[in-house]
């Protein structure tokens, strides 16, 4: 063990606010816990790294009620603490922003935020008082600062806010509406989703809340952990290996002891990044457009290329890729894909020609939980790999196939008939991308193929997109990292307000800097408010 997790427990004759002994957790014959024990101190934030699978999310389970410990005990508030569900657990003051997002899209954002507690808001147990409702929501909204209208439909707000919308809901709702006065609040991946205007709400939130109870927060982005956390546990195959000090720790340390190994120095595998030929285009782009969303687009991906775009989350640049992909068709324009005739595609045309499409949202577009890991990955492939010249269905090499991809991409504790919804994020992600690795794309639209990911199975991803490339495969990757855009392009489009607003190369020998991107992906100067030096984060000024 590490001599970091040596690092005793701060004296305190303060009773924490929760308190961990011998958590214990099987399904099946795997130990996804393993007699783990920690305590959260009063007013603190605590964060939990750790590899995907390594047992994050199934302690936030026992936690917050959805599953009971095998073995040990809770304490919160120096109190027994056994929920026996969610609600329970909500009543006594423990919430949970949920690594997937748990809001009902089709109703107004006062009703998911006081999901729950409508209780409160009825009159003679039948009427609900509406304006009450919607002014106990605003409430929460203006605490939490941030801009929104509870009236309007949840789903009309794009994927950042609607997390804003959880994160608030989660923060706050408990002491405003249950009378909890020391909140313990369950963050998972909270900010995987956030453009960087409504992180800069979240962390203020965060600091608000340390002030009154604690948060427990599980993050992939180590630098983040870093700069918010009191005290950092990491877990590591259902054990706490290490308690560290972040004022004494650093990523490389914390990579080290999630994944058993240090983080590459190549992290990004930049030195396999090859000079691209000027060969014929895979994929040639001529003004497309979609009203509302982006227009007058165009742009080539060539054999072996990976072509980068950034923007801010209202770009336009992950519409962008479902277009592409036929998902949702473009209004004018065309796509040429593998030298075809100049056409709008559509999804089935698209998969047919070799075009792979990974969507940033996992678990609404990318999969169907509740079925099977080889369900999932034969789920593009049922009309040729799969399905006989008289329509059977080739059961055999559907198991094989799964079998195979998860032995090749280490994808933890799946078995072909293994539930997707039993795997962690970073695993499921990895069942998406297999999906399309067994018909030999051609062509990859990925959009955010890392987000809630750990380090180590980011690093797998990028040697994945490398290979790719060495075998001509060409990808066009949308990502709101940074890092990620930069380490693994060969060229960088930035989007703005739906079109393409400069081209930016990235040669292995000279990156841009994070710096030059952001300040093409804001608006300039001269818009109230928006200015480009305003809108770069302090980490990069």
């Given at each position: 063990?590490?001599?970091?997790?040596?690092?005793?427990?701060?004296?305190?004759?303060v009773t924490?606010?929760?308190?961990?002994?011998?958590?214990?957790?099987?399904?099946g014959?795997?130990?996804?816990?393993?007699?783990?024990?920690?305590e959260?101190?009063?007013?603190?934030?605590?964060?939990?790294?750790?590899?995907?699978?390594?047992?994050?999310?199934?302690?936030?389970?026992?936690?917050?009620g959805i599953?009971?410990?095998?073995?040990?005990?809770?304490?919160?508030?120096?109190?027994?603490?056994?929920?026996?569900?969610?609600?329970?657990?909500?009543?006594?003051?423990?919430?949970?922003?949920?690594?997937?997002?748990?809001?009902?899209?089709?109703?107004?954002?006062?009703?998911?935020?006081?999901?729950?507690?409508?209780?409160?808001?009825?009159h003679?147990?039948?009427?609900?008082?509406r304006?009450?409702m919607?002014?106990a929501?605003?409430?929460?909204?203006?605490?939490?600062g941030i801009?929104?209208?509870?009236?309007?439909?949840t789903?009309?707000?794009?994927?950042?806010?609607?997390?804003?919308?959880?994160?608030?809901?989660?923060?706050?709702?408990?002491?405003?509406?249950?009378?909890?006065?020391?909140?313990?609040?369950?963050l998972?991946?909270?900010t995987?989703a956030?453009?960087?205007?409504?992180?800069?709400?979240?962390f203020?939130?965060?600091?608000?809340?340390?002030?009154?109870?604690s948060?427990?927060?599980?993050s992939?982005?180590?630098?983040?952990?870093?700069?918010?956390?009191?005290?950092?546990?990491?877990?590591?195959?259902?054990?706490?290996?290490?308690?560290?000090?972040?004022?004494t720790?650093?990523e490389?340390?914390?990579h080290?002891?999630m994944?058993?190994?240090?983080?590459?120095?190549?992290?990004?595998?930049?030195r396999?990044?090859?000079?691209v030929?000027d060969?014929?285009?895979?994929?040639?782009?001529?003004?497309?457009g979609?009203?509302?969303?982006?227009a007058?687009?165009t742009?080539?991906?060539?054999?072996?290329?990976?072509?980068?775009?950034?923007g801010?989350l209202?770009?336009g640049?992950?519409?962008?890729?479902k277009?592409?992909?036929?998902?949702?068709?473009?209004?004018?324009?065309?796509?040429?894909f593998?030298?075809?005739?100049?056409?709008?595609?559509?999804?089935?045309?698209?998969v047919?020609?070799?075009?792979?499409?990974v969507?940033?949202?996992?678990l609404?577009?990318?999969?169907?939980p509740a079925?099977?890991v080889?369900?999932?990955i034969?789920l593009?492939?049922?009309?040729?790999?799969?399905?006989?010249p008289?329509?059977w269905?080739?059961r055999?090499?559907e198991?094989a196939?799964?079998a195979?991809?998860?032995?090749?991409?280490?994808?933890?504790?799946a078995?072909?008939?293994?539930?997707c919804?039993?795997?962690s994020?970073?695993?499921?992600?990895?069942?998406?991308?297999?999906?399309w690795?067994?018909?030999?794309?051609k062509l990859?639209?990925?959009?955010?193929p890392?987000?809630g990911?750990?380090?180590?199975a980011?690093?797998?991803?990028?040697?994945l997109i490398?290979?790719?490339t060495?075998?001509?495969?060409?990808?066009?990757?949308?990502?709101?990292?940074?890092?990620?855009?930069i380490?693994?392009?060969?060229?960088?489009?930035?989007?703005?307000?739906?079109?393409?607003?400069?081209?930016?190369?990235?040669?292995p020998?000279?990156?841009?800097?994070?710096r030059?991107?952001?300040?093409?992906?804001?608006?300039?100067?001269?818009?109230?408010?928006r200015s480009?030096?305003?809108?770069?984060?302090?980490?990069?000024?």
């Amino acid at each position: 063990m590490s001599p970091h997790s040596q690092i005793p427990p701060a004296p305190t004759s303060v009773t924490p606010l929760f308190k961990a002994h011998g958590l214990t957790k099987s399904f099946g014959p795997n130990v996804i816990l393993d007699g783990v024990e920690f305590e959260v101190p009063r007013k603190a934030i605590v964060t939990f790294v750790g590899e995907n699978g390594a047992g994050k999310s199934t302690l936030f389970n026992l936690l917050s009620g959805i599953v009971a410990p095998d073995a040990g005990s809770m304490r919160l508030n120096g109190r027994d603490y056994r929920p026996h569900g969610y609600g329970e657990a909500l009543r006594l003051g423990v919430s949970r922003v949920f690594q997937e997002q748990s809001l009902v899209g089709n109703v107004p954002v006062y009703e998911n935020l006081l999901l729950g507690y409508e209780g409160r808001f009825t009159h003679a147990g039948q009427w609900l008082d509406r304006r009450a409702m919607i002014a106990a929501a605003e409430g929460i909204i203006e605490a939490a600062g941030i801009d929104v209208d509870v009236r309007r439909r949840t789903a009309d707000y794009d994927f950042s806010k609607r997390q804003s919308i959880e994160i608030a809901r989660a923060c706050l709702a408990t002491s405003h509406l249950g009378g909890i006065v020391e909140p313990f609040v369950l963050l998972d991946e909270p900010t995987s989703a956030l453009d960087r205007r409504d992180e800069d709400a979240f962390f203020k939130l965060v600091t608000r809340i340390k002030g009154q109870g604690s948060l427990l927060f599980v993050s992939h982005r180590l630098t983040e952990v870093l700069a918010i956390s009191d005290l950092i546990y990491v877990l590591k195959d259902g054990q706490l290996v290490a308690r560290l000090d972040p004022a004494t720790t650093d990523e490389k340390t914390l990579h080290g002891l999630m994944v058993g190994r240090e983080r590459a120095a190549d992290y990004y595998h930049e030195r396999r990044q090859r000079p691209v030929t000027d060969g014929p285009a895979l994929l040639g782009v001529r003004k497309l457009g979609r009203s509302g969303h982006f227009a007058d687009v165009t742009l080539e991906v060539r054999p072996g290329e990976v072509v980068g775009i950034g923007g801010l989350l209202d770009s336009g640049k992950s519409a962008l890729g479902k277009a592409l992909a036929g998902v949702e068709p473009a209004e004018h324009g065309t796509v040429s894909f593998v030298s075809g005739p100049p056409e709008i595609p559509d999804i089935r045309s698209q998969v047919r020609k070799g075009l792979g499409y990974v969507p940033a949202e996992r678990l609404t577009e990318g999969m169907i939980p509740a079925f099977s890991v080889a369900w999932n990955i034969s789920l593009a492939s049922g009309a040729d790999l799969f399905a006989g010249p008289l329509g059977w269905w080739r059961r055999r090499r559907e198991l094989a196939t799964a079998a195979r991809y998860a032995k090749e991409m280490s994808i933890r504790s799946a078995t072909p008939a293994q539930r997707c919804a039993r795997l962690s994020g970073g695993n499921q992600q990895k069942v998406v991308l297999a999906r399309w690795l067994c018909r030999q794309p051609k062509l990859l639209v990925l959009d955010n193929p890392t987000r809630g990911v750990d380090a180590g199975a980011k690093e797998e991803i990028y040697r994945l997109i490398r290979d790719l490339t060495d075998q001509g495969v060409g990808v066009l990757l949308i990502t709101d990292e940074l890092l990620e855009l930069i380490g693994l392009s060969d060229r960088i489009l930035i989007m703005q307000r739906g079109s393409i607003v400069t081209e930016v190369a990235a040669p292995p020998d000279a990156k841009p800097t994070e710096r030059e991107l952001v300040t093409f992906m804001l608006p300039r100067s001269g818009t109230p408010g928006r200015s480009a030096v305003h809108q770069i984060p302090e980490t990069l000024q």
